[in-house]
């Protein structure tokens, strides 16, 4: 896959010459992201229901169209305040990230996993940008501030145990009996944890891999709210997942058509949204409602 082409949802529309004016240089890049976007929860702020609404923009030109109408103009200026910021979450820094660096030429692309460095007890589940930097892959999580006192460097997170494991890598140790899987969730107060979610996680990495930056609330194929299905399925998509990280071009190439042709993998015209606002609605990708 070409990782510098913009997908469905990183392509700017008519805010590519906005997205142009970003810096491709990370910590500048970032400081611009975080000036855009603002957490729907982890910010604090009680939004009213008009705002919440904008976790749900989903394509990266609907984020911007939410700024371009409080701050018309470029993306670098002013600063605006945090509770003017367009509300979203990791997935939508990293969205707009991964845009940022495509249109700059930049192979980038969102990663899935649980945060190792956010809580001591607890593994949040989390998106970063995972970018090419002419000689590796290289992660970056562009939500946080780098001065903030973390214990992972967020220019340069380790895709590992102490940075952010990604879905594969924890579905496997939970195969293997080596986790906890209600200590892998959205929050340790939330019952949107465990095993089930893990294995939801696993999908939305292959989909994010190949193209797909779904909304994480997203339910599509294979997933369900429950521990159910075919595991031997995730456990082989998962294992495609640990060898092309590794380097196997064979089990990149593999899965990047399995997904292509198993409905199970990847969503189709339509997808089940169970928003953090207590909605579920079905929607529609193709037409974009």
């Given at each position: 896959m070409d990782y510098t082409r913009q997908t469905a949802y990183s392509d700017p529309r008519g805010y590519a010459g906005l997205l142009a004016g970003l810096p491709a240089d990370?910590?500048?890049?970032?400081a611009a992201v975080r000036n855009?976007?603002?957490?729907?929860?982890?910010?604090?702020i009680d939004f009213p229901p008009e705002r919440l609404e904008e976790i749900e923009s989903r394509w990266l030109d609907r984020i911007l169209a939410h700024d371009q109408r409080r701050f018309p103009g470029s993306l670098l200026t002013p600063h605006r305040a945090p509770e003017d910021r367009v509300v979203g979450?990791?997935?939508?820094?990293?969205l707009l990230t991964v845009a940022a660096l495509r249109?700059?030429?930049?192979p980038a692309r969102s990663r899935i996993g649980f945060a190792d460095y956010l809580d001591e007890e607890f593994h949040f589940d989390h998106v970063v940008t995972e970018w090419w930097?002419?000689?590796?892959?290289?992660?970056?999580?562009?939500?946080?501030?780098?001065?903030?006192?973390l214990s992972v460097d967020t220019l340069d997170v380790p895709l590992r145990e102490g940075g952010l494991v990604p879905a594969s890598r924890v579905w496997t140790a939970y195969r293997r009996g080596d986790l906890d899987p209600h200590r892998y969730?959205?929050?340790?107060?939330?019952?949107i944890r465990g095993a089930w979610f893990i294995r939801n996680y696993v999908l939305h990495e292959a989909a994010h891999r190949y193209g797909d930056e779904l909304l994480l609330w997203d339910l599509y194929g294979a997933m369900s709210e429950e521990l159910d299905g075919d595991l031997g399925l995730i456990d082989e998509v998962a294992g495609l997942l640990i060898a092309a990280d590794s380097g196997d071009e064979a089990a990149d190439r593999k899965l990047a058509r399995w997904y292509a042709d198993d409905a199970r993998l990847h969503p189709g015209p339509t997808v089940e949204s169970f928003s953090p606002r207590g909605l579920v609605t079905e929607i529609d990708l193709l037409e974009r409602t």
């Open positions: 990370l910590p500048a890049l970032g855009l976007i603002v957490h729907y929860r982890g910010s604090g979450c990791c997935r939508d820094y990293t249109l700059h030429g930049v930097d002419g000689g590796r892959w290289r992660a970056a999580d562009t939500q946080l501030d780098p001065a903030g006192g969730g959205v929050h340790p107060d939330s019952p």
